[in-house]
C-alpha cells in the first residue's frame, strides 16, 4: 500500500499533467490488475457466494441512489457544458459508441450505436418515450428521428436541461420535454405513462436495483391502455464487469473521489436477479473494445481542442468564485478520466469489462 503522502504527491502530479501518458497506463494497467485479484475469490463457489451477498446487501439499501449531487457534479454542473462538449462527438454521446469494424469515425461510431438502441428497443414514430438520466444527446436525437413521439427527459441535472432546452429550440422541436429530478424521490404517480423507457449509463449511478426497477415497472404503460395493444418496453445500456459486481468506495482511490462518488460496477448479469417486476427479453455484450476506441476518440479531441478548452475551464471556474487553478485541474483530471476508462475497458483485449444491453417488459 502506498503512504497518504506518495498519493497526495501522485496527485498533485496529475492535477498539473506532469505525469507522461506512458507511465500513467502502465500504472493503470498495475491497478486493474489488482482490482481483478481483490474481486477474485478464488474459485467459482466463492465468487459466487460473494455475489449473491453483494445482491442481498444492494437490495436492503434505504435509497436508491447515494451521493448523487456529487456524482453529478463531478460529471457536469462543476465542469463547463462546452468544455465536455468540446472533447465528444458531433452529437454530443457521453456514452459508449459503436465501432463495428474499428475503422469508424467518431460521428459514425455515435450514430451506429444510436441506431443499435433504436432497433433493441424497437423503437418507432409516435411513441411516448423516457429517456431515464438522459445526457446531452439522446433525446435531442429521439426528437428529431421520431417527429411523432412525445420524448421525455429524466435528470438531475440543471446544466444538462440547460442545454437540452436550448439546443431544442434552436432545431425547432417541440415534442421534447426535459424534467430535472432526483430518481430517489421522483415518480409520475400515474399523470405518465410511457411505450418505451430508455436509460443510457445511468444505473451504473445507482444502488437498489429492487426498488428502482419496481418504480420504473409503473411508468410502462399497461398493455390493456395502448392503443396498438402492443408492449412496453424498457431499454438499459451499462458499462459492466464480465462476472462481479462492486461499488466504488471512497477510500478505492483517484476514480472513487474524483469521478465516480456512490458509483457501481455492476456486472453483466446482475439485472437477472432482479426481474420481481421485469421480465428480462433478451441481454447483449459488447467488448470493450467499443467504449475504449470512444474514450481515445475523446482524449484526441480533448488534447485538440486544449488551449480553447483549457481557456474556457479556467474562465469557467472564476465565474463560479474559484480559483483558476481549480480549473486547470479539472482539464488535467478529464484527462486522466479518459485515459484510465480506456485502458479498463481494453484488458484483455475488451473481456473483462465491457457494455451491456437489456430490454424488459412489464411482468403479466
Known amino acids: 500500500m502506498l503512504s497518504k503522502t506518495v498519493l497526495e504527491v501522485g496527485y498533485d502530479l496529475l492535477d498539473k499533467g506532469l505525469v507522461p501518458d506512458f507511465i500513467l497506463r502502465r500504472v493503470i494497467r498495475a491497478l486493474l490488475r489488482q482490482r481483478l485479484r481483490e474481486i477474485d475469490h478464488g474459485s467459482f463457489e466463492a465468487n459466487h457466494a460473494a455475489k449473491m ?3 442481498e446487501e444492494v437490495r436492503a439499501r434505504t435509497t436508491i441512489a447515494e451521493l448523487t449531487e456529487k456524482a453529478n457534479e463531478q460529471h457536469y454542473e462543476c465542469v463547463s457544458t462546452n468544455f465536455i462538449l468540446s472533447t465528444l462527438g458531433p452529437f454530443g454521446k457521453y456514452s459508449s459508441c459503436l ?4 475503422k469508424e469515425s467518431l460521428a459514425q461510431a455515435e450514430t451506429l450505436m444510436l441506431e ?3 432497433e433493441k428497443a424497437q423503437l418507432k414514430d409516435g411513441l411516448d418515450i423516457l429517456d431515464l438520466g438522459c445526457g446531452m444527446w439522446s433525446d435531442l436525437c429521439l426528437a428529431q428521428k421520431y417527429p411523432n413521439s412525445r420524448v421525455t427527459g429524466l435528470s438531475n441535472s440543471t446544466t444538462q436541461k440547460t442545454h437540452i432546452d436550448s439546443a431544442a429550440k434552436e432545431r425547432g422541436l417541440t415534442n421534447l420535454e426535459i424534467i430535472t429530478a ?6 409520475f404517480n400515474g399523470s ?10 445511468m444505473f451504473e449511478h445507482m444502488k437498489n436495483y429492487q426498488t ?23 431499454f438499459i445500456h451499462i458499462f459492466c464487469h464480465r462476472t462481479t459486481p462492486y461499488h466504488y468506495e471512497e477510500d478505492d482511490g483517484w476514480m472513487a473521489q474524483n469521478f465516480f462518488s456512490g458509483g457501481t460496477m455492476p456486472s453483466h448479469d446482475l439485472f437477472l436477479y432482479f426481474q420481481s417486476d421485469l421480465t428480462l427479453l433478451r441481454s447483449w455484450y459488447l467488448s470493450g473494445t467499443h467504449y475504449s476506441r470512444t474514450l481515445e476518440d475523446w482524449l484526441t479531441l480533448q488534447d485538440k481542442n486544449g488551449k480553447v478548452g483549457l481557456k474556457e475551464l479556467e474562465a469557467d471556474a472564476v465565474a463560479k468564485g474559484k480559483d483558476a487553478v481549480e480549473g ?3 482539464f488535467y483530471r478529464f484527462r486522466v478520466f479518459y485515459l484510465a476508462c480506456s485502458e479498463l475497458f481494453n484488458m484483455d483485449g475488451g473481456q473483462q469489462w465491457g457494455v451491456g444491453h437489456y430490454l424488459f417488459k412489464a411482468k403479466e
Open 53 to 55: 451477498k453483494w445482491i
Open 212 to 234: 428502482l426497477l419496481h418504480k420504473v415497472s409503473t411508468w410502462l404503460r399497461p398493455k390493456s391502455r395502448s392503443e396498438s395493444n402492443d408492449e412496453a418496453l424498457l
Open 99 to 102: 465501432y463495428p469494424t474499428g
Open 116 to 118: 443499435s438502441y433504436c
Open 182 to 187: 432526483d430518481v430517489n424521490t421522483h415518480d
Open 192 to 201: 405518465k405513462h410511457f411505450d418505451r423507457i430508455l436509460s443510457i449509463e
Open 328 to 330: 486547470r485541474k479539472a
